[in-house]
Protein backbone atom coordinates (compact mmCIF):
# COMPACT_ATOMS: atom_id res chain seq x y z
CA UNK A 1 0.00 0.00 0.00
CA UNK A 2 0.88 3.25 -0.87
CA UNK A 3 0.52 6.34 2.32
CA UNK A 4 1.90 9.46 3.53
CA UNK A 5 1.37 10.19 7.06
CA UNK A 6 1.59 13.75 8.43
CA UNK A 7 0.73 13.28 11.98
CA UNK A 8 1.09 16.99 13.25
CA UNK A 9 -2.52 18.49 11.64
CA UNK A 10 -1.75 21.94 13.28
CA UNK A 11 1.95 23.48 14.79
CA UNK A 12 1.74 27.35 16.22
CA UNK A 13 4.97 28.98 16.47
CA UNK A 14 6.15 32.20 17.53
CA UNK A 15 8.17 34.40 14.76
CA UNK A 16 11.66 33.64 14.44
CA UNK A 17 11.21 30.45 16.26
CA UNK A 18 12.14 27.19 14.05
CA UNK A 19 9.78 24.50 13.30
CA UNK A 20 9.99 20.87 11.74
CA UNK A 21 7.09 19.62 9.60
CA UNK A 22 7.09 15.44 9.70
CA UNK A 23 6.31 13.09 7.18
CA UNK A 24 6.54 9.41 6.89
CA UNK A 25 5.80 7.45 3.66
CA UNK A 26 4.93 3.97 3.41
CA UNK A 27 5.80 2.29 -0.50
CA UNK A 28 6.95 -1.18 -1.10
CA UNK A 29 8.30 0.77 -4.66
CA UNK A 30 11.79 0.89 -4.92
CA UNK A 31 12.22 4.17 -7.25
CA UNK A 32 9.86 6.94 -6.26
CA UNK A 33 9.75 10.73 -6.10
CA UNK A 34 8.78 12.86 -2.37
CA UNK A 35 7.50 16.21 -2.34
CA UNK A 36 6.63 19.82 -0.16
CA UNK A 37 3.90 21.77 -1.48
CA UNK A 38 2.77 24.74 0.48
CA UNK A 39 -0.83 25.95 0.11
CA UNK A 40 -1.49 29.69 1.18
CA UNK A 41 -4.96 30.85 1.93
CA UNK A 42 -5.11 32.13 -1.72
CA UNK A 43 -5.57 28.11 -2.07
CA UNK A 44 -2.63 27.34 -4.70
CA UNK A 45 -0.40 24.26 -4.39
CA UNK A 46 2.69 25.84 -4.43
CA UNK A 47 5.63 23.22 -5.24
CA UNK A 48 8.80 23.31 -3.04
CA UNK A 49 10.95 20.38 -3.29
CA UNK A 50 11.16 17.43 -5.33
CA UNK A 51 13.42 14.37 -4.29
CA UNK A 52 13.97 11.29 -5.66
CA UNK A 53 14.64 7.94 -3.43
CA UNK A 54 18.16 7.66 -5.03
CA UNK A 55 19.31 10.41 -3.33
CA UNK A 56 19.30 10.92 0.23
CA UNK A 57 21.12 14.34 0.37
CA UNK A 58 19.61 16.51 2.84
CA UNK A 59 18.37 19.69 0.74
CA UNK A 60 19.01 23.66 1.94
CA UNK A 61 17.17 26.44 0.62
CA UNK A 62 17.45 29.76 2.20
CA UNK A 63 15.73 28.70 5.43
CA UNK A 64 14.01 25.91 4.17
CA UNK A 65 16.08 22.50 4.28
CA UNK A 66 14.73 18.90 4.21
CA UNK A 67 15.83 15.58 5.59
CA UNK A 68 15.22 12.67 3.58
CA UNK A 69 16.07 9.15 5.40
CA UNK A 70 15.09 5.35 3.80
CA UNK A 71 16.10 3.93 7.01
CA UNK A 72 12.95 5.28 8.49
CA UNK A 73 11.05 6.52 5.80
CA UNK A 74 10.97 9.52 6.65
CA UNK A 75 11.01 13.33 4.44
CA UNK A 76 10.71 16.30 7.00
CA UNK A 77 10.63 19.56 6.47
CA UNK A 78 12.68 22.41 8.62
CA UNK A 79 11.34 25.94 8.87
CA UNK A 80 14.62 28.36 10.36
CA UNK A 81 14.08 31.17 11.67
CA UNK A 82 9.77 31.21 10.84
CA UNK A 83 7.97 33.92 9.37
CA UNK A 84 4.29 35.10 9.91
CA UNK A 85 4.28 34.41 5.99
CA UNK A 86 5.36 30.95 6.47
CA UNK A 87 1.91 30.73 7.64
CA UNK A 88 -0.19 28.04 5.48
CA UNK A 89 -0.98 24.55 4.94
CA UNK A 90 2.27 22.05 3.76
CA UNK A 91 1.66 18.87 2.22
CA UNK A 92 4.01 16.11 1.90
CA UNK A 93 3.08 13.84 -1.25
CA UNK A 94 4.71 10.52 -2.93
CA UNK A 95 4.73 9.64 -6.55
CA UNK A 96 5.66 5.81 -6.77
CA UNK A 97 7.09 5.08 -10.29
CA UNK A 98 4.76 2.05 -10.53
CA UNK A 99 0.59 2.03 -10.77
CA UNK A 100 0.24 4.86 -12.78
CA UNK A 101 2.59 7.32 -11.02
CA UNK A 102 0.01 8.64 -8.61
CA UNK A 103 0.57 11.35 -6.06
CA UNK A 104 -0.50 10.31 -2.95
CA UNK A 105 -0.78 13.41 -0.85
CA UNK A 106 -0.91 13.66 3.03
CA UNK A 107 -3.50 15.19 5.15
CA UNK A 108 -1.48 18.34 5.72
CA UNK A 109 0.25 20.16 8.40
CA UNK A 110 -1.59 23.66 9.30
CA UNK A 111 1.31 25.71 10.20
CA UNK A 112 0.31 29.28 12.35
CA UNK A 113 3.01 31.61 12.93
CA UNK A 114 2.72 34.26 14.95
CA UNK A 115 4.23 38.00 15.00
CA UNK B 1 5.44 32.11 -17.65
CA UNK B 2 1.70 31.71 -16.89
CA UNK B 3 0.97 29.16 -14.50
CA UNK B 4 -2.06 26.59 -14.48
CA UNK B 5 -5.27 28.68 -14.92
CA UNK B 6 -8.40 27.80 -14.05
CA UNK B 7 -11.72 29.24 -13.79
CA UNK B 8 -14.28 29.86 -12.14
CA UNK B 9 -12.35 30.95 -8.83
CA UNK B 10 -15.71 30.14 -6.95
CA UNK B 11 -19.06 28.55 -7.58
CA UNK B 12 -22.45 28.08 -5.88
CA UNK B 13 -25.00 25.71 -7.64
CA UNK B 14 -28.29 23.86 -6.05
CA UNK B 15 -28.25 20.28 -5.76
CA UNK B 16 -29.22 18.10 -8.98
CA UNK B 17 -27.91 21.24 -11.73
CA UNK B 18 -25.08 21.22 -13.81
CA UNK B 19 -21.40 22.71 -13.11
CA UNK B 20 -18.29 22.60 -15.23
CA UNK B 21 -14.61 23.64 -14.50
CA UNK B 22 -12.14 25.05 -17.04
CA UNK B 23 -8.13 24.47 -16.69
CA UNK B 24 -5.61 25.97 -18.88
CA UNK B 25 -2.77 24.11 -18.11
CA UNK B 26 1.20 25.86 -18.36
CA UNK B 27 2.34 25.74 -21.73
CA UNK B 28 4.40 22.56 -22.91
CA UNK B 29 3.08 20.15 -20.18
CA UNK B 30 1.56 16.88 -21.47
CA UNK B 31 -0.21 15.82 -18.82
CA UNK B 32 -2.70 17.39 -17.27
CA UNK B 33 -4.66 16.47 -13.83
CA UNK B 34 -8.05 17.49 -11.31
CA UNK B 35 -7.91 16.92 -7.90
CA UNK B 36 -10.74 17.23 -5.42
CA UNK B 37 -10.09 18.68 -2.08
CA UNK B 38 -12.09 18.38 0.44
CA UNK B 39 -11.67 20.75 3.78
CA UNK B 40 -8.57 19.63 6.12
CA UNK B 41 -7.63 16.62 3.64
CA UNK B 42 -4.81 16.59 1.27
CA UNK B 43 -5.78 16.89 -2.67
CA UNK B 44 -7.00 13.12 -4.29
CA UNK B 45 -6.78 12.48 -8.03
CA UNK B 46 -9.73 12.09 -10.32
CA UNK B 47 -7.98 11.89 -13.60
CA UNK B 48 -4.69 12.09 -15.23
CA UNK B 49 -4.26 13.32 -19.04
CA UNK B 50 -1.71 12.24 -20.91
CA UNK B 51 -1.93 14.58 -24.06
CA UNK B 52 -5.40 14.01 -25.18
CA UNK B 53 -5.49 10.21 -23.60
CA UNK B 54 -7.02 9.83 -19.97
CA UNK B 55 -4.51 7.54 -18.50
CA UNK B 56 -6.13 7.03 -14.89
CA UNK B 57 -9.41 7.74 -14.18
CA UNK B 58 -9.98 5.20 -11.65
CA UNK B 59 -11.27 7.45 -8.97
CA UNK B 60 -13.73 9.30 -11.07
CA UNK B 61 -17.41 8.60 -10.16
CA UNK B 62 -18.36 8.24 -13.84
CA UNK B 63 -21.91 8.13 -12.96
CA UNK B 64 -21.91 11.89 -12.67
CA UNK B 65 -18.34 13.32 -13.49
CA UNK B 66 -17.25 13.65 -17.09
CA UNK B 67 -14.29 15.65 -18.13
CA UNK B 68 -12.44 16.30 -21.77
CA UNK B 69 -9.13 17.03 -22.92
CA UNK B 70 -9.89 18.14 -26.78
CA UNK B 71 -6.57 18.35 -28.37
CA UNK B 72 -4.17 17.83 -25.30
CA UNK B 73 -4.30 21.45 -23.84
CA UNK B 74 -7.40 22.91 -22.35
CA UNK B 75 -9.58 20.28 -20.23
CA UNK B 76 -13.08 20.65 -18.86
CA UNK B 77 -14.57 18.82 -15.55
CA UNK B 78 -18.42 18.33 -15.45
CA UNK B 79 -20.28 17.22 -12.63
CA UNK B 80 -23.73 16.26 -13.59
CA UNK B 81 -26.19 16.32 -11.44
CA UNK B 82 -24.57 18.06 -8.45
CA UNK B 83 -25.12 16.54 -5.05
CA UNK B 84 -24.32 18.16 -1.65
CA UNK B 85 -21.27 15.72 -0.97
CA UNK B 86 -19.50 17.27 -4.40
CA UNK B 87 -18.47 20.43 -1.96
CA UNK B 88 -15.41 20.59 -2.36
CA UNK B 89 -12.57 23.04 -3.86
CA UNK B 90 -11.39 20.96 -7.56
CA UNK B 91 -7.85 21.46 -8.75
CA UNK B 92 -6.00 21.38 -11.89
CA UNK B 93 -2.44 20.55 -11.80
CA UNK B 94 -0.28 20.01 -15.18
CA UNK B 95 3.39 18.55 -15.57
CA UNK B 96 5.85 16.96 -18.02
CA UNK B 97 5.70 13.38 -17.95
CA UNK B 98 6.05 11.51 -15.38
CA UNK B 99 7.28 8.56 -16.99
CA UNK B 100 10.22 10.50 -17.29
CA UNK B 101 11.95 9.92 -14.18
CA UNK B 102 14.57 11.82 -13.14
CA UNK B 103 13.24 14.61 -14.70
CA UNK B 104 11.17 17.97 -13.65
CA UNK B 105 7.96 16.24 -13.80
CA UNK B 106 6.73 17.52 -10.66
CA UNK B 107 2.93 19.01 -10.73
CA UNK B 108 2.06 22.73 -10.97
CA UNK B 109 -1.35 24.10 -9.07
CA UNK B 110 -3.91 26.10 -10.46
CA UNK B 111 -5.65 28.35 -7.45
CA UNK B 112 -8.36 26.04 -8.19
CA UNK B 113 -12.38 26.48 -8.06
CA UNK B 114 -14.06 26.12 -4.65
CA UNK B 115 -17.67 24.94 -5.66
CA UNK B 116 -19.90 24.90 -2.98
CA UNK B 117 -23.33 23.18 -3.33
CA UNK B 118 -26.52 23.75 -1.98
Known amino acids: AQKVTQAQTEISVVEKEDVTLDCVYE???????LFWYKQPPSGELVFLIRRNSFDEQNEISGRYSWNFQKSTSSFNFTITASQVVDSAVYFC????????????FGAGTRLFVKA | EAGVVQSPRYKIIEKKQPVAFWCNPISGHNTLYWYRQNLGQGPELLIRYENEEAVDDSQLPKDRFSAERLKGVDSTLKIQPAELGDSAVYLCASSHSPRAFLMNTEAFFGQGTRLTVV
Open chain 1, 93 to 104: ALRPNTGGFKTI
Open chain 1, 27 to 33: TRDTTYY
